[in-house]
């Protein structure tokens, strides 16, 4: 018990890290900013409540409708695909949507990655929190340390920021899709169906573990380097609480 209240502890360590980087590093002295990085964790945290209802929507018509046997390698994948990873996914960034149309704090396309990020980010700690109680320490202490949903999130926030300056939705497409396809075939990897088709079934989760390791590394880059851009740091949003759009 102990071991697994320490790797609990440990792997969210990674998390603390992040929301003090971007809370913090970004614009040290301005305090609406820091209270909209609280707001977007809050409501990442948040985001697990429209999560349970994407989720269990998609299951029972998956079990209802798609499905007559729950096994097998098809079920799996659209359980970790669709009723897993599109649900968490759409729920972040219908949350992060909202937070930036009700937000009365202008922002930058920077600050939309942060925001997006720790909307991801919320998410997990309280994942981890089933993760806790549900795996073995060292899973847990992978997923902490690799903070996928935050590295998805700045996957997602990229993309979403790239589509308003740029004006092409086609950005905001792509930073939906692709963090959906990642974390669907990271959690796929992971399914006892898959495992049964091959000896060397850890071989995707491993190497999707440790892409979303590098996704944090070129988001802590990416993220010292676009403050001095004025591409990114330039207000794009005024925070009236009206739609973005």
């Not at 060292?138 to 340390?145: A, H, N, T, W, Y």
């Not at 950005?171 to 974390?183: E, S």
């Amino acid at each position: 018990m102990l071991v697994l209240i320490g790797s609990y502890f440990v792997s969210l360590i990674p998390a603390v890290i992040i929301y003090l980087w971007f809370r913090n590093y970004m614009h040290r002295h301005d305090q609406a900013y820091k209270l909209f990085c609280r707001d977007s964790l809050v409501k990442g945290i948040g985001s697990v409540l429209l999560v349970i209802v994407l989720s269990a929507s998609l299951s029972l018509l998956g079990n209802v409708v798609l499905f007559k046997e729950r096994s097998g390698l098809l079920y799996a994948a659209y359980r970790t695909f669709i009723v897993l990873a599109l649900a968490e996914e759409t729920a972040k960034f219908v949350t992060f949507r909202r937070l930036l149309k009700k937000t009365e704090t202008s922002y930058s396309a920077l600050d939309m990655i942060a925001s997006m990020t720790l909307v991801g980010l919320g998410f997990e700690i309280i994942e981890s929190v089933v993760y806790a109680v549900t795996t073995n320490p060292m899973q847990m202490l992978v997923r902490g340390i690799t903070a996928m949903h935050a590295g998805y999130g700045f996957v997602m926030g990229y993309f979403y920021a790239r589509s308003r300056l740029t004006g092409n939705r086609f950005y905001a497409i792509i930073g939906f899709v692709l963090p959906a396809i990642l974390h669907g075939a990271y959690d796929f990897g992971l399914s006892d169906a898959f495992a049964a088709t091959s000896e060397n079934y850890a071989f995707l989760s491993v190497n999707l573990a440790i892409l979303a390791l590098i996704l944090l590394i070129i988001m802590f880059l990416f993220t010292r380097k676009a403050r001095r851009n004025p591409m990114y740091t330039e207000l794009i949003g005024q925070g009236t609480g009206k739609s973005e759009e």
